[in-house]
């Protein structure tokens, strides 16, 4: 063993480059988590290998990426951003501050983002946005409720789980959400199919981060829901910003903290505007093709 | 030429009702500074006040020039500090290049190779070198004290604070580490606390002596040393007249006494004889952040 020291300044580049870096680290840490690998393998199947070339119903397969990618990679999300948590006194006193060092988690969620976009266009494939299964929608609305249910999901959750990662401390509090989020979505869907024309139905449907659009009888006849799948989209964004501020509060000082508390109040506004939209928008009534 | 400096003015800092340091008024320069005091005296407090980990309750801390309460002035002494707390946690797989390596990314060396570098040396310099690749899970809590030790060597910090970074070490790897931060202490300021004295006796020029959140003693080693010349003697038997005695490996009892004695054996006084004799060791209840820690 040695003892060479050397001295002078080290070889460290402030800002960008250091955050860059960080960023990368944080990524590979992420993509490497066995929960993140678990939910791109199961997405994989479900879009790839396992539908069959007979799908009457594009609701059974496509909540699979918003389950996998989403609600998986926000558990991975959670671990990601909790796991430094002990070290705290160390990285705590680093050049780096909590506020950057979230912003770093937050750019994982790219990593799924980009495996939603690719099953969505795995997803077109399967069923072309031409199919009858998309019911009454117009091209355009049938595209936003595919990007609504499968790509936004897939950013969103991961998001939500560095949120959650720096403000709760609970070791299961992602899988719990998890499990809420599902069992909201599940009730809301079966409520809808029991009144598919009730305005408070609609907004129950709607205030969650996923919704369903169609339904499907037995007859194979799609039924579409109500609301603007467009404006249910910017409602999702901005349920994403909300995450993302929320997560970067936690540890800012002064005008940081400010900043961020003034950009959160805006956010919350636009994000009811745009549900409300998304409630007033699209079809006035369940429509039947 | 301007020497690096901290300096605490009238700092105090409370938990709550407890009040864990009050009114220290100090200045460090480069060189090692030993921070003895029994538990609960506020020795944590004082170095996560130096690590900027902690803002005072009152009172003023500058290091290196720098305000740790202004957040860019805090970055700034970030950047040129060191810390090793004297708890800390390490997260599930990591190896310690992994960890060491990590928080050398949060100390903004974005640069691969330089950083890989710099790992694998202050892993050389804390001895493990060879153990770069295990997972710190499965190292022995001596090992895991130096990675944090290592990560607190990074890039040689202007300031280096050491929370007990002795503890579980071994004494040759304790030597290595007295080695290591001597060099270090040419031009760098390190301020150790610990409970081995004879850590501080090997290492530093200058102790401080905290009790109860204040300073008890500040000053050279070997002054605070000399205040028990002629007060520590051997006897065959516990002297009544001691302060503290115990019996040693030889079977004879060496008795620390406030007064100076001419009708004894005298022995050489050591800096633990000293703390002693200044009241240090005796039992306080722990503050409440140390118990939260």
New interface residues.
Partial sequence: ????????P?????GR??F???AA?ELRRFVLNPVFLFAVAITVYAQWVGPDAGTTEIDTINPYPAIFLGGFGMMAAYWLTR??R??E?????????RPA?TAALCLVALVPFACGCLTLLRFVQLIPVSSPLYGPFGPSARVAVLVGQIVIPALGGPLLGVALGRWVRFPGAAFVLFLVLYGWVSLVTILTMWHPGSAPVMVLRLFAPFAFFTDTLDSGAVTAWRGSPWFFIGWQLALCAIAVLVALLRGA??RVRTRIIRTLAITAAAAVVLLMLAVTGGFTHAVAA | MVTASISLRDVGRTFGATRALAGVDLDLKPGVTGLLGPNGAGKTTLLRLLATALPPSQGQVRVLGLDPEVPAERTGIRRQLGYQPQEVGFPRGFTAFAFVDYIALLKEWSQPAARHAEVRRVLDLVGLSDLGSKRIRAMSGGQRRRVSLAQALLGSPPVLILDEPTTGVDPEQRVTLRTVLAELARTSIVVLSTHQTEDVAALCERVIVLDRGRVRYDGPVTDLTGQAAGRVWLADEPDPAAKVSWRTGTGRYRNIGTRVRDDVEHAEPSLEDAYLLLGGGSPEPETAEEVAS
């Fill in positions: 063993m040695t003892t060479t020291l050397t001295f002078g080290p070889v460290t580049s402030p480059a250091a860059t870096a960080l680290r796991s430094m002990v070290s006194p160390v990285v705590g006193v680093t050049p780096i501050t060092r000082e002064s």
